[in-house]
């Protein structure tokens, strides 16, 4: 008897490692989505069509001062001038100017400074 009740539970033990090995095999399927072309969700109005000249003009704003912080300082002059042009007694306008010349003057004594140093390297 003791026979049988070991074979009994190696036959248990190895059908139940035999069930679970079975289900850590299977994969589960992949779903797919489904992709659609880009061209139906490109719209046809441009997003700028329903803006007034007021939108308009706080939208160039902004865009000055986002090119005044990526240091792109000559487009940020050229926006702000047309700006100024426009409404003459906006002070956001003269402020973001001001800025704009305070980075390039320190942009040009930084640069004339290192060009002295370099100078003065190659001169020793």
């Known amino acids: 008897m003791l026979r049988i009740s070991k074979n009994t539970s190696y036959l248990s033990f190895l059908v139940l490692f035999i069930v679970l090995l079975s289900g850590c095999s299977q994969s589960p399927k992949k779903t797919e989505i489904p992709i659609q072309p880009i061209e139906n969700k490109i719209q046809s109005v441009p997003l700028a069509s329903d803006l007034s000249s007021k939108d308009e003009y706080e939208f160039a704003l902004d865009l000055a001062g986002l090119e005044l912080n990526r240091q792109r300082y000559e487009r940020a002059e050229g926006l702000l001038q047309k700006l100024r ?40």
């Open 85 to 124: 042009k426009i409404d003459r007694e906006d002070t956001r306008v003269y402020r973001l100017l001001a800025q704009v010349y305070e980075a390039q003057k320190k942009r040009i004594w930084h640069w004339s400074h290192g060009n002295k140093s370099i100078n003065q390297l190659i001169r020793r």
